[in-house]
């Protein structure tokens, strides 16, 4: 009897207090018949009453998952490059990384790898955008099905603090889950163009007006706004997704079409026509997934209704 209450008390997953007050049980010297009865019947009805309490919490604990979200329904994307410190183990956490020797850890995720596609050559450019690519195409194709979609970083991510929010709860109310915008002193064209070829901005807004016409009043609208949501980080339904995914590539596309971009090199070699500082055009490669961050704000303000946003802090 006492092996068995020692080995429960040394139970990790065992209410600390709870360990406590049976040791102290334990270490009763004297073993009088009423008094080892008494510790008996107390320990029994100790170990009842916590068997009980134990089950009915993981019982309201699975409950409270199964309502909140199901891992099949939601798949959120951490888009990396390079190992960084994983604090997160649910299931519906996937990494995506360009190749495996990127990944020198062992992570307890599903990892996908971008090895191949359209995008493959212009990773550095498109940033995490060349992994959503890839990602997408396998949605196309019904190798990956989930309900909903999200992308975070390596280094960014939605703060749900302790729990996963209960999306079916959230998505009755909202249309899409983004991070909090950031509030800039002057608007995002003034913005891009301080920091970034500022004519690039203005060959975007161009093609929207030629090929995606109905966003163009919001893309003008969008250039004067100081608010901006950046990083490309969001969770949506999966129609919304396929529409996002089609809206950001199709302008994206065009605009490597125009400035006959098929690989890093060229928008490395046309960067640095325009910066002096290595640092600097080593800096603006990253053209494309650059331009996407502006492209995915025109969308989210003409898709979804601004007043449907569900914004999160990121950490």
Known sequence: MNNFLKEFCSNKKVNKS???ILINLLNIKNESLILLLFKILLILSFLLNHIERE?????MINKHNKIKTNSSSLKIFIMTHKDFDNHRYNPIYNIVADNKQQLKKKYNLNIFYAKEGKLFNMSRSYGEMSKLYFIYQLYKIGSISSDYIGLSHYRRYFDFGDNIPYLGHIFEKYEVILNKPTKMKINIRKHY?????????DEILDIIKEIKPDYYKTALKTAKEKHIFLGN???????DFFNYCKFVYDILFEFDLRHNFTNDKDVFDYTKKYFNDSIQYHFQSRLDGYLAERISNIFFRKYFNKIKFYKIEIE
């Open 18 to 20: 709870n360990q406590i």
């Open 55 to 59: 089950y009915y919490i993981y019982e």
């Open 193 to 201: 163009c301080k920091f970034h070829i500022c004519k690039n901005f």
């Open 233 to 239: 980080l969001f969770i949506m339904k999966k129609k």
